[in-house]
């Protein structure tokens, strides 16, 4: 079994490492760059940036690599404001209190913001496209490919592999259910979305698409990557190993939460953004279970969660921070490099794959 795939050699990568998109800050520059230097595929998380914000990140990080890079943006259909805004935040008159603060008021919508950011890519002329809950439009489809730019679909199903592949996806990425964060469901009502673990999503959807697939959810380590070739995939996409490294942005409080959580320790949540994702339990999603509190709708939840994960960011306090996690919890490592990281992953699987 060859280590350099066929996802090397469509995206010019040495190893067949993406660093998965992560929202909110946690991918810097410094990170991205860094997992492209050391071989792999660094990913600009910019779906809660504005456009003007996304063309900055990618500037900064053409100046601290010249290898290639994504960009992720979200294709969701976003919700109207919601009448339940005022009845839900009464809900959280014990979080505000804990955390100091007062609700805010006005509209908890969003613009939104892909087609403008799509055009940034344009521009900018990144080399990798990715998209998470949705799809490029047919024209942005057509776009991308004249300009020979790769594109990237997060799926959790079968058929939404074979959506993305008549599309014209050029690589799939296979998000199982034991991923941490948001899933890139493409259709999310009143359910979790699809809920397929990922040893069991590759294999299926590798064989329903005649494209490179990546698979995703609760990866770790090089003993992931080497299963997961053997399945099928062409190279795998972390997250949650990514948190602790040394070029992220993840907080200290949630560097914290991990190392001091297990595998049982994470849940599927809706309580934070109103879209599936699974995070490490803390008050802020035992009071939702508890009190069966329904959230309002993507990305109206979001954005009144976003003042109180705000606070608790700025007061170190994890019980209120959204703390994203895949399952594979107890494997991640205090402080490395994401060089050091690629390395650790690259010879555990090359130990177990020529041994």
Same mark, same amino acid.
């Not at 359910?191 to 999503?201: A, R």
């Given at each position: 079994?060859?280590?350099?795939?066929?996802?090397?050699?469509?995206?010019?990568?040495?190893?067949?490492?993406?660093?998965?998109?992560?929202?909110?800050?946690?991918?810097?520059?410094?990170?991205?760059? /860094?997992?492209?230097?050391?071989?792999?595929?660094?990913?600009?998380?910019?779906?809660?940036?504005?456009?003007?914000?996304?063309?900055?990140? =990618?500037?900064?990080?053409?100046?601290?690599?010249?290898?290639? #890079?994504?960009?992720?943006?979200?294709?969701?259909?976003?919700?109207?404001?919601?009448?339940?805004?005022? !009845?839900?935040? !009464?809900?959280?008159?014990?979080?505000?209190?804990?955390?100091?603060?007062?609700?805010?008021?006005?509209? #908890?919508?969003?613009?939104?913001?892909?087609?403008?950011?799509?055009?940034?890519?344009?521009?900018?002329?990144?080399?990798?496209?990715?998209?998470?809950?949705?799809?490029?439009?047919? !024209?942005?489809?057509?776009?991308? *490919?004249?300009?020979?730019?790769?594109?990237?679909?997060?799926?959790?199903?079968?058929?939404? /592999?074979?959506?993305?592949?008549? /599309?014209?996806?050029?690589?799939?990425?296979?998000?199982?259910?034991?991923?941490?964060?948001?899933?890139?469901?493409?259709?999310?009502?009143?359910?979790?979305?699809?809920? @397929?673990?990922?040893?069991?999503?590759?294999?299926?959807?590798?064989?329903?698409?005649?494209?490179?697939?990546?698979?995703?959810?609760?990866?770790?380590?090089?003993?992931?990557?080497?299963?997961?070739?053997?399945?099928?995939?062409?190279? @795998?996409?972390?997250?949650?190993? #990514?948190?602790?490294?040394?070029?992220?942005?993840?907080?200290?409080?949630?560097?914290?939460?991990?190392?001091?959580?297990? !595998?049982?320790?994470?849940?599927?949540?809706?309580? #934070?953004?109103?879209?599936?994702?699974?995070?490490?339990?803390?008050?802020?999603?035992?009071?939702?279970?508890?009190?069966?509190?329904?959230?309002?709708?993507?990305?109206?939840?979001?954005?009144?969660?976003?003042?109180?994960? *705000?606070?608790?960011?700025?007061?170190?306090?994890?019980?209120?921070? $959204?703390?994203?996690?895949?399952?594979? =919890?107890?494997?991640?490592?205090?402080?490395? $490099? /994401? *060089?050091?990281?690629?390395?650790?992953?690259?010879?555990?699987?090359?130990?177990?794959?020529?041994?």
């Amino acid at each position: 079994m060859n280590l350099y795939t066929e996802l090397c050699k469509e995206l010019e990568i040495k190893y067949p490492i993406i660093q998965a998109p992560m929202a909110g800050g946690i991918t810097t520059p410094e990170l991205v760059a /860094a997992v492209s230097n050391a071989g792999g595929l660094g990913v600009l998380a910019a779906g809660y940036l504005t456009p003007e914000a996304t063309r900055v990140e =990618i500037r900064k990080i053409k100046k601290l690599t010249e290898r290639p #890079f994504a960009v992720n943006i979200f294709k969701a259909e976003l919700a109207d404001s919601d009448s339940r805004t005022a !009845e839900v935040q !009464e809900k959280y008159a014990s979080v505000y209190e804990a955390l100091g603060i007062r609700p805010g008021i006005g509209d #908890f919508g969003s613009a939104d913001y892909s087609k403008k950011q799509f055009q940034v890519l344009l521009e900018e002329e990144i080399p990798v496209l990715s998209t998470t809950f949705g799809l490029l439009s047919q !024209e942005e489809f057509t776009v991308a *490919k004249h300009n020979k730019q790769k594109v990237i679909t997060m799926v959790t199903n079968v058929n939404e /592999a074979i959506q993305a592949a008549k /599309a014209g996806a050029d690589i799939i990425v296979a998000q199982g259910s034991d991923a941490g964060g948001h899933r890139g469901t493409f259709q999310v009502s009143d359910t979790d979305g699809s809920l @397929v673990g990922t040893m069991s999503l590759v294999p299926q959807v590798a064989d329903a698409v005649e494209l490179p697939v990546v698979a995703a959810g609760g990866i770790m380590d090089g003993r992931g990557l080497a299963a997961s070739m053997v399945l099928g995939a062409a190279g @795998v996409q972390l997250g949650t190993r #990514f948190l602790h490294a040394a070029e992220s942005g993840t907080d200290e409080a949630y560097k914290q939460a991990l190392l001091e959580a297990d !595998e049982d320790s994470t849940t599927i949540t809706k309580s #934070f953004s109103g879209r599936p994702a699974r995070a490490v339990k803390n008050e802020f999603t035992e009071l939702h279970s508890g009190q069966n509190i329904k959230p309002l709708k993507y990305p109206g939840q979001n954005n009144v969660t976003g003042e109180i994960r *705000k606070a608790a960011k700025k007061q170190g306090n994890k019980e209120y921070l $959204s703390l994203w996690s895949g399952q594979g =919890i107890r494997m991640i490592k205090e402080e490395q $490099s /994401a *060089k050091e990281i690629i390395n650790d992953i690259m010879e555990q699987a090359a130990r177990i794959i020529y041994s």
